[in-house]
């Protein structure tokens, strides 16, 4: 465990937060890194959103995950998924992420995760605003 001043997630240096709820707050509202689940509204990584939807949420059995583009879609819409140019074949998980927001191919490993989410204006579908502030 970091400094109790520095995010754990998207590394956001800020002496409030480690004051009293200040960093669940964070958590809660303000991280880049991490959002609502849409299904349960846990707070979740947004690096694992697929991985959350399809083995961890209490809604995990209304979702199943794409053959082609790998990314938890609910069971039925999957037909009319499958059908959109969206649905793009996933690339190799040591080559490429892909953002469960966004739906573009990203660099791959936490590196990726970071670059996209948190540098310039973080990914166009993020709801969570970029803070400069980083450690």
């Given at each position: 465990e970091?400094p109790?001043?520095?995010c754990?997630?998207?590394?956001?240096?800020?002496?409030k937060?480690?004051?009293?709820?200040?960093?669940?707050?964070?958590?809660?509202?303000?991280?880049?890194?991490?959002?609502?689940?849409?299904?349960?509204?846990?707070?979740i990584?947004?690096?694992?959103?697929?991985?959350?939807?399809?083995?961890?949420?209490?809604?995990?059995?209304?979702?199943?995950?794409?053959?082609?583009?790998?990314?938890?879609?609910?069971?039925?819409?999957?037909?009319?998924?499958?059908a959109?140019?969206?649905?793009?074949v996933?690339?190799?998980?040591?080559?490429?992420?892909?953002?469960?927001?966004?739906?573009?191919?990203?660099?791959?490993?936490?590196?990726?995760?970071?670059?996209?989410?948190?540098?310039?204006?973080?990914?166009?579908?993020?709801?969570?605003?970029?803070?400069?502030?980083?450690?």
């Amino acid at each position: 465990e970091g400094p109790a001043d520095v995010c754990q997630f998207c590394s956001l240096h800020d002496p409030k937060l480690a004051e009293g709820e200040n960093m669940d707050l964070h958590f809660y509202h303000d991280c880049p890194m991490l959002g609502s689940c849409v299904e349960c509204g846990q707070i979740i990584e947004i690096a694992s959103v697929n991985e959350h939807l399809l083995h961890e949420c209490e809604h995990m059995e209304q979702y199943e995950e794409c053959a082609r583009c790998m990314e938890a879609i609910k069971k039925d819409e999957i037909e009319e998924h499958r059908a959109k140019d969206n649905c793009v074949v996933a690339k190799p998980a040591n080559m490429y992420n892909r953002c469960p927001l966004c739906h573009m191919d990203i660099p791959p490993g936490d590196e990726g995760w970071k670059s996209h989410l948190l540098e310039g204006r973080g990914c166009p579908a993020n709801s969570r605003p970029v803070v400069a502030a980083r450690a």
